[in-house]
């Protein structure tokens, strides 16, 4: 008896240990935009993998694929760096696309194996956008520093959201 009480003892005792000693966990951003236009508008700008544009915080977009799965596209962003994406779902009858960053410099962007997807729903003559996305921090061991930890990788693509949607919506609705 005096040994099993050992016995749990020292696994009560490790176990804060080891809950710790955990790496990252996922992170996840979602934001939505109600758009006044329709839908095939909307995804007429969203649907074009190889067009980043609408987006103000990428002054170039180069790739090659189209919008085929595999498809590739280099964002570039005005300070210069770059972030190399894959094209990984593709369906213009539900209006959703999907990617993933398959390399970016964590001091580009602070995430790790990011994956993303845009999805346009119709309502009416307005249309709703939905970018989501599910990522790890840029520091993939504990005790990250500041710039790359989950804040300030959920901060980032939260950041990046929002500015595409605003955007987006503006230059849909005209304004």
């Known amino acids: 008896m005096v040994r099993l009480f050992a016995s749990l003892l020292a696994l009560v005792c490790v176990w804060p240990l080891a809950a710790s000693a955990h790496g990252p966990s996922r992170q996840k951003v979602v934001e939505t935009v109600e758009i006044n236009a329709p839908a095939d508008k909307v995804w007429e700008v969203v649907g074009n993998f190889q067009d980043m544009s609408w987006h103000p915080?990428?002054?170039?977009?180069?790739?090659?694929?189209?919008?085929?799965?595999?498809?590739?596209?280099?964002?570039t962003l005005e300070g210069g760096g770059q972030i190399f994406e894959k094209l990984t779902k593709y369906n213009a009858e539900t209006k959703v696309v999907s990617y993933e960053i398959t390399e970016v410099d964590v001091k580009v962007v602070p995430v790790t194996n990011y994956?993303?997807?845009?999805?346009?729903?119709?309502?009416?003559?307005?249309?709703?956008?939905?970018?989501?996305?599910?990522?790890?921090?840029?520091?993939?061991?504990?005790?990250?520093?500041?710039?790359?930890?989950?804040?300030?990788?959920?901060?980032?693509?939260?950041?990046?959201?929002?500015?595409?949607?605003?955007?987006?919506?503006?230059?849909?609705?005209?304004?």
């Not at 170039?60 to 596209?73: F, S």
């Open 115 to 175: 994956a993303a997807s845009i999805t346009v729903t119709p309502a009416g003559d307005k249309s709703t956008v939905e970018w989501k996305s599910a990522f790890y921090r840029g520091y993939v061991n504990n005790d990250p520093p500041p710039e790359l930890s989950d804040e300030a990788a959920v901060k980032a693509i939260t950041g990046v959201f929002q500015t595409g949607l605003a955007a987006l919506k503006k230059k849909l609705e005209g304004g």
């Open 57 to 75: 915080a990428f002054i170039k977009t180069e790739g090659k694929g189209g919008n085929e799965v595999g498809a590739t596209r280099t964002l």
